[in-house]
C-alpha cells in the first residue's frame, strides 16, 4: 500500500505538471491574442483620430497681437495661445480645430522692443516660438490683442471678421483708446460719435473684455441692443501648474533673503505701480503702520515692471508728493524704505510663485482695474489678499470667496465715484485701509489648512483655468465664423 500510494502520489504529481505546462502554454496564445488585439485597437484609434482630425473644421485665426514683451496684455495672449494650441492646435486634447498664424503687433512704446523676452516655461516657450508667422495665408478671422484697440479696416481684410480685445480700468472709453483712420475734416469733439458710427457699419468687429466692469466701456459704442452680441465678456484665468502652494522650504529661504523674520508680516504688490493701482495707500498705510503705530514688524515686497514701465522713478516722486503735502519728513521716509523691499528686474513666474509663497499679504486696495490678474494668481499659491469691495475684482473674488476663498480674502470697505467725463473708480478711505489690516491682522498671519486650501484651488482650477479660458475663446471665434452673432 506504500509503494501504491507512492506511485499515486507520482503520478498525480506527473499530471499536475504536465497540466501547469499546458496551462502555460495557453496563457502565452492568449496573451499574445490580447497584445496583438491591444495593437489593433491601438492602430483603429489611431485612424479614427486622424479620421476625426480631416473631418473637422477648421478655423484659420491670424493672431495681431503683442508676444515677446513681458507686458500683462502679451502675457494674457501667451497663456491663451498656449492653451488654445493644447485644446485645438495639432494633436491638440479636442482634435485639430484651429490653424494659427502670428503677427507681433507693433509695441505702444517703440522703446519696449529693447525689453523682449519670453518668461514662461520652456514648454510654453518652445509652443510659443514655433507658432507659424502669418505669410499672407487665406484666414477666416483676425484677434487682435494691442493698445490703442485697433478696429482699422483696410481694403483687404474688409470682409475678414475681427475680434478685440480691450480693457476698460474706469469702465468708460473715449476715441483716445482706439485705433482708427478717420476723416481728416472730422472735427475733434465729433471722433466718439465717429466710433459709433464705424462699429455700426463695420458689423464684422466684436470685442472681448476680461470682466463685465471692463466690458460696460464700450456700451455707448454698441449701443443698440442687438449690438450687444457683438462684446462678450470671458474672463481670464490661471495656471495651477505655474502658481501654487508649496510646503517646502522656499518661504523660510526668500525670507532669509531679504532678511525678513518669520514673525514679520510681508505684504507685497506687482505691478507697474502707477496710481490706478492703489501704490499711494499702500505707501501711506504701511507709513502709519511703521512710523506712526510702531509697528515695525510691518514689511512691503514691491515687484515692478522695470523694463517696461520707470517704476523706481515712480517710487521716488510718490515720497516727493508725500513730503510735500505734509504726510511725511525725511526721516519718516528714512526709515520706510528700511522697510520696504524693492526689485524692479522681470523675474520667471516659478520666481513670482516663490514670492508668493513667502508673503503673507497680496496688498491690493487698487482704484481701478480692467480685471486684477495677479491676485487671482496669489490666491492659486494660496497667498492671502486684500482687495476693495467695489471694482472689476469683486466678479471674481466674490465668487471665490463663496466657494471655499473666505480664510483666504480680506475685502476693505470701498465704494465707487464717478467723476463729470463718466470715468468710475474705487474711493478707499485710508480708515478704511488700516482697520482692514488692523482688525484682520490674525486671519492674515494665521496659516490655513491644506483642506481650506485644496478646497480653494479646485474651485479655481474647475473656473478659472486658462483651459476654460480658451474654450471660452476658441467658442466665440467660432461663433463669429460660423456669423451665430
Same mark, same amino acid.
Given at each position: 500500500?506504500?509503494?501504491?500510494? !507512492?506511485?499515486?502520489?507520482?503520478?498525480?504529481?506527473?499530471?499536475?505538471?504536465?497540466?501547469?505546462?499546458?496551462?502555460?502554454?495557453? !496563457?502565452?496564445?492568449?496573451?499574445?491574442?490580447?497584445?496583438?488585439?491591444?495593437?489593433?485597437?491601438?492602430?483603429?484609434?489611431?485612424?479614427?483620430?486622424?479620421?476625426?482630425?480631416?473631418?473637422?473644421?477648421?478655423?484659420?485665426?491670424?493672431?495681431?497681437?503683442?508676444?515677446?514683451?513681458?507686458?500683462?496684455?502679451?502675457?494674457?495672449? +501667451?497663456?491663451?495661445? !498656449?492653451?488654445?494650441?493644447?485644446?485645438?492646435?495639432?494633436?491638440?486634447?479636442?482634435?485639430?480645430?484651429?490653424?494659427?498664424?502670428?503677427?507681433?503687433?507693433?509695441?505702444?512704446?517703440?522703446? *519696449?522692443?529693447?525689453?523682449?523676452?519670453?518668461?514662461? $516655461?520652456?514648454?510654453?516657450?518652445?509652443?510659443?516660438?514655433?507658432?507659424?508667422?502669418?505669410?499672407?495665408?487665406?484666414?477666416?478671422?483676425?484677434?487682435?490683442?494691442?493698445?490703442?484697440?485697433?478696429?482699422?479696416?483696410?481694403?483687404?481684410?474688409?470682409?475678414?471678421?475681427?475680434?478685440?480685445?480691450?480693457?476698460?480700468?474706469?469702465?468708460?472709453?473715449?476715441?483716445?483708446?482706439?485705433?482708427?483712420?478717420?476723416?481728416?475734416?472730422?472735427?475733434?469733439?465729433?471722433?466718439?460719435?465717429?466710433?459709433?458710427?464705424?462699429?455700426?457699419?463695420?458689423?464684422?468687429?466684436?470685442?472681448?473684455?476680461?470682466?463685465? *466692469?471692463?466690458?460696460?466701456?464700450?456700451?455707448?459704442?454698441?449701443?443698440?441692443?442687438?449690438?450687444?452680441?457683438?462684446?462678450?465678456?470671458?474672463?481670464?484665468?490661471?495656471?495651477?501648474?505655474?502658481?501654487?502652494?508649496?510646503? @517646502?522650504?522656499?518661504?523660510?529661504?526668500?525670507?532669509?533673503?531679504?532678511?525678513?523674520?518669520?514673525?514679520?508680516?510681508?505684504?507685497?504688490?506687482?505691478?507697474?505701480?502707477?496710481?490706478?493701482?492703489?501704490?499711494?495707500?499702500?505707501?501711506?498705510?504701511?507709513?502709519?503702520?511703521?512710523?506712526?503705530?510702531?509697528?515695525?514688524?510691518?514689511?512691503?515686497?514691491?515687484?515692478?515692471?522695470?523694463?517696461?514701465?520707470? +517704476?523706481?522713478?515712480?517710487?521716488?516722486?510718490?515720497?516727493?508728493?508725500?513730503?510735500?503735502?505734509?504726510?511725511? $519728513?525725511?526721516? @519718516?521716509?528714512?526709515?520706510?524704505?528700511?522697510?520696504?523691499?524693492?526689485?524692479?528686474?522681470?523675474?520667471?513666474?516659478?520666481?513670482?510663485?516663490?514670492?508668493?509663497?513667502?508673503?503673507?499679504?497680496?496688498?491690493?486696495?487698487?482704484?481701478?482695474?480692467?480685471?486684477?490678474?495677479?491676485?487671482?494668481?496669489?490666491?492659486?499659491?494660496?497667498?492671502?489678499?486684500?482687495?476693495?469691495?467695489?471694482?472689476?475684482?469683486?466678479?471674481?473674488?466674490?465668487?471665490?470667496?463663496?466657494?471655499?476663498?473666505?480664510?483666504?480674502?480680506?475685502?476693505?470697505?470701498?465704494?465707487?465715484?464717478?467723476?463729470?467725463?463718466?470715468?468710475?473708480?474705487?474711493?478707499?478711505?485710508?480708515?478704511?485701509?488700516?482697520? $482692514?489690516?488692523?482688525?484682520?491682522?490674525?486671519?492674515?498671519?494665521?496659516?490655513? $489648512?491644506?483642506?481650506?486650501?485644496?478646497?480653494?484651488?479646485?474651485?479655481?482650477?474647475?473656473?478659472?483655468?486658462?483651459?476654460?479660458?480658451?474654450?471660452?475663446?476658441?467658442?466665440?471665434?467660432?461663433?463669429?465664423?460660423?456669423?451665430?452673432?
Amino acid at each position: 500500500m506504500k509503494k501504491g500510494n !507512492v506511485k499515486k502520489r507520482v503520478i498525480k504529481k506527473d499530471t499536475t505538471t504536465k497540466n501547469n505546462s499546458v496551462s502555460n502554454e495557453g !496563457v502565452n496564445k492568449s496573451n499574445e491574442v490580447v497584445k496583438q488585439s491591444n495593437e489593433i485597437v491601438k492602430q483603429s484609434n489611431e485612424i479614427v483620430k486622424q479620421s476625426i482630425s480631416q473631418d473637422v473644421k477648421k478655423i484659420s485665426v491670424l493672431f495681431y497681437v503683442w508676444v515677446n514683451i513681458p507686458h500683462s496684455y502679451a502675457i494674457v495672449n +501667451c497663456f491663451q495661445l !498656449v492653451h488654445l494650441y493644447k485644446l485645438y492646435g495639432p494633436n491638440g486634447r479636442k482634435g485639430h480645430r484651429m490653424n494659427f498664424y502670428i503677427t507681433e503687433a507693433p509695441y505702444y512704446n517703440p522703446a *519696449w522692443t529693447n525689453a523682449k523676452q519670453l518668461v514662461y $516655461s520652456e514648454e510654453y516657450n518652445e509652443i510659443i516660438r514655433n507658432l507659424p508667422i502669418h505669410n499672407g495665408e487665406p484666414v477666416d478671422i483676425i484677434y487682435r490683442q494691442t493698445y490703442p484697440y485697433n478696429i482699422n479696416v483696410t481694403e483687404e481684410d474688409k470682409d475678414i471678421p475681427k475680434c478685440v480685445f480691450y480693457t476698460s480700468e474706469f469702465a468708460q472709453l473715449n476715441h483716445t483708446y482706439f485705433t482708427v483712420e478717420k476723416p481728416d475734416d472730422l472735427p475733434a469733439e465729433r471722433y466718439d460719435e465717429y466710433i459709433s458710427v464705424f462699429l455700426h457699419q463695420f458689423d464684422n468687429i466684436h470685442f472681448t473684455a476680461p470682466s463685465n *466692469w471692463s466690458a460696460r466701456g464700450l456700451i455707448k459704442f454698441l449701443s443698440n441692443k442687438e449690438e450687444h452680441e457683438r462684446n462678450r465678456m470671458i474672463t481670464h484665468g490661471v495656471d495651477s501648474t505655474i502658481f501654487y502652494k508649496k510646503y @517646502d522650504n522656499t518661504r523660510r529661504k526668500v525670507r532669509a533673503m531679504y532678511n525678513v523674520k518669520e514673525g514679520d508680516i510681508l505684504m507685497m504688490n506687482i505691478g507697474a505701480m502707477t496710481t490706478n493701482k492703489g501704490i499711494l495707500l499702500i505707501i501711506e498705510a504701511l507709513h502709519n503702520m511703521v512710523n506712526k503705530l510702531k509697528r515695525p514688524q510691518y514689511k512691503l515686497l514691491l515687484k515692478g515692471s522695470g523694463d517696461l514701465y520707470a +517704476c523706481q522713478q515712480f517710487l521716488e516722486s510718490y515720497f516727493i508728493r508725500f513730503k510735500q503735502v505734509g504726510i511725511m $519728513s525725511d526721516e @519718516d521716509i528714512q526709515n520706510l524704505y528700511k522697510h520696504i523691499i524693492f526689485t524692479n528686474k522681470t523675474l520667471s513666474y516659478g520666481q513670482i510663485n516663490d514670492l508668493f509663497n513667502a508673503a503673507d499679504l497680496y496688498i491690493s486696495p487698487y482704484l481701478a482695474e480692467g480685471f486684477g490678474l495677479t491676485m487671482l494668481e496669489a490666491l492659486a499659491a494660496g497667498l492671502h489678499v486684500l482687495v476693495p469691495q467695489t471694482g472689476s475684482t469683486k466678479e471674481y473674488i466674490e465668487d471665490i470667496y463663496n466657494n471655499g476663498g473666505e480664510p483666504f480674502i480680506t475685502y476693505v470697505d470701498s465704494l465707487i465715484t464717478v467723476d463729470s467725463m463718466g470715468m468710475c473708480q474705487n474711493s478707499i478711505p485710508m480708515n478704511n485701509l488700516m482697520s $482692514s489690516l488692523l482688525n484682520n491682522e490674525s486671519k492674515i498671519k494665521s496659516k490655513k $489648512s491644506r483642506l481650506s486650501y485644496i478646497t480653494m484651488k479646485k474651485y479655481i482650477e474647475t473656473n478659472y483655468s486658462w483651459y476654460k479660458v480658451a474654450e471660452l475663446l476658441y467658442t466665440y471665434l467660432d461663433d463669429i465664423v460660423e456669423k451665430r452673432i
